[in-house]
């Protein structure tokens, strides 16, 4: 069974502060993906990476695929409140039958 | 909006009773797949259905079933529910039989259906 941890579990900021989140995993995944989870809604995809290395920049966030295609990371320029949320990745083995995810890091960005 | 329905959005039961949830998938997604997201245990992969067919099984327990219908449409069924099983119950589709390698197929996720076991 491939397991993923996420680094920090919570994580409370103020606007305008930077942050990294971390996903991490003993197993090789052929993609992976982070998702954001508001508060009464499901989780809504954010980026995926597939390619060992890759960093992928969407906005103020910017997604980095590990070398090894075990790990993974999320970094925020400039939080802002809307930023807060649960914050999923989820890895699809090279059998790519299920999508594993891991516990989440809870951010909350005060004003 | 993802496109993808659940019902009931809240749900309250007793210990020992059965319910059913239901979810639409986006229109024209072939793949439906059950998450259970509880606090401690966080998103766990119930099940996937492709085209009607079950495709893969994740920590489903006995007492839980489902099924995807000609239109697509899926039912989870819970028995004999117990405390435990209070947690929230997400739907999500894709178009894809599953995440090939490289793949990296999205899944669209429904509201889910918050379930309370008293």
């Known amino acids: 069974t491939q397991l993923l941890e996420q680094s920090p579990q919570f994580l409370s900021i103020q606007e305008g502060e930077n942050l990294t989140v971390y996903c991490n995993s003993s197993?090789?995944?052929?993609?992976l993906q982070w998702y954001r989870q508001e508060p009464g809604e499901g989780p809504v995809l954010l980026v995926t990476?597939?390619?060992?290395?890759e960093v992928k920049k969407l906005k103020r966030l910017t997604f980095q695929f590990g070398d090894a295609r075990k790990d993974s990371s999320l970094h925020i320029t400039a939080a802002q409140p809307g930023d807060t949320g649960l914050y999923l990745c989820?890895?699809?083995?090279?059998?790519?039958?299920?999508?594993?995810f891991g516990p989440g890091t809870r951010l909350s960005v005060l004003p | 909006d993802s496109g993808v329905t659940q019902t009931p959005k809240h749900l309250i039961t007793a210990t020992g009773q059965r319910v059913t949830l239901r979810c639409s998938p986006r229109?024209?997604?072939?793949?439906v797949y059950w998450y259970q997201q509880s606090l401690d245990q966080g998103l766990q992969f119930l099940i996937q259905?492709?085209?009607?067919?079950?495709?893969a099984k994740g920590n489903i327990l006995e007492r839980f079933s489902a099924q995807q219908f000609p239109d697509l449409h899926s039912e989870l069924n819970l028995s004999s529910l117990e405390l435990g099983d209070s947690a929230l119950y997400f739907c999500?589709?894709?178009?894809?039989?599953?995440?090939?390698?490289?793949?990296?197929?999205?899944?669209?996720f429904g509201e889910g259906s918050r379930l309370t076991v008293l």
């Open positions: 999500a589709s894709s178009p894809h039989a599953g995440l090939a390698g490289g793949l990296g197929g999205e899944l669209f």
């Open positions: 197993s090789v995944f052929s993609s």
């Open positions: 990476v597939v390619t060992g290395g």
């Open positions: 989820a890895g699809a083995g090279d059998y790519g039958q299920n999508f594993v």
């Open positions: 229109s024209g997604d072939l793949s």
């Open positions: 259905y492709y085209n009607g067919e079950e495709r």
